[in-house]
């Protein structure tokens, strides 16, 4: 017999859609710790995410304490020598162009960041200061770096998105708050080094999970996001 999901109520409908309708990344966390408990129940949730025959791609190292600063300043070093990509990446997040209304949308959201940030446009040390916070977890008490089987081919990809997005929600519901950061891709190798991967084992983003400092103005920023009705194409109806 099919087991039958029960519906939610109007208040649970509306707690889901607040978690997901105000998610947004934080970038400046407290310091606050986070139990492994709660981190490894955010993970289980994010797993009941669906993937292609129940493949589950996803592969998460957690680092806290002195094992997240050893990542920290793996790629710090790194980062520090020859600036914001030392490395290619092992995938191709970003077209070799922008073009619109992509282009459009990418510079909004870095202007509006340098802009609440006191940033101006051509104060490249200043820019690379703040990307270089990426590597700093954005000082969360919690960095994940997740992994991906190189075997695996792009629907095992489309699944980690899912996966992801659950966890993020996930821990909205908590009280919690995160950080994707695809920038941890381009320092593969140190990563490599200090999480000491299995070779297979490609970096797919890191992210950051804490607390948010709501103090701080960073967190003030919001984007924007493109209405269905700019989007979607409704048929039959």
């Known amino acids: 017999m099919t087991k039958k999901v029960a519906e939610f109520t109007a208040s649970e409908c509306a707690a889901i859609e607040k978690a997901i309708g105000e998610r947004r990344s934080i970038r400046a966390f407290l310091d606050t710790p ?3 408990e709660l981190i490894e129940r955010l993970l289980d949730i994010a797993a009941r995410a669906p993937s292609g025959t129940n493949m589950q791609p996803w592969r998460a190292h957690v680092v806290v304490g002195a ?7 793996a790629v710090l070093g790194d980062f520090a020598e020859t600036g914001v990509q030392r490395h290619d990446s092992e995938y191709k997040y970003y077209p070799d162009e922008f073009f619109e209304p992509y282009l459009s949308r990418r510079r909004k959201v870095g202007w509006d960041m340098y802009g609440i940030l006191g940033i101006k446009k051509g104060d490249g040390a200043a820019m690379a200061a703040q990307h270089g916070r990426n590597y700093m977890f954005f000082d969360a008490p919690v960095g994940i770096v997740f992994t991906i089987d190189r075997r695996l081919e792009i629907g095992s990809w489309l699944d980690y998105g899912y996966f992801l997005e659950a966890l993020s929600v996930a821990a909205r519901a908590h009280g919690l708050e995160t950080c994707s950061q695809a920038a941890f891709a381009y320092f593969h190798k140190p990563v490599r080094e200090a999480l000491q991967l299995a070779p297979e084992e490609m970096v797919v983003c890191g992210l950051s999970l804490g607390y948010a400092d ?4 960073i967190n003030a920023l919001e984007t ?3 209405p269905a009705k700019d989007f979607a194409t409704f048929r039959g109806f």
């Open 67 to 73: 094992e997240k600063e050893k990542v920290t300043q």
């Open 34 to 36: 986070v139990p492994r």
């Open 214 to 217: 709501w103090s701080a103005p």
């Open 224 to 226: 924007e996001r493109t």
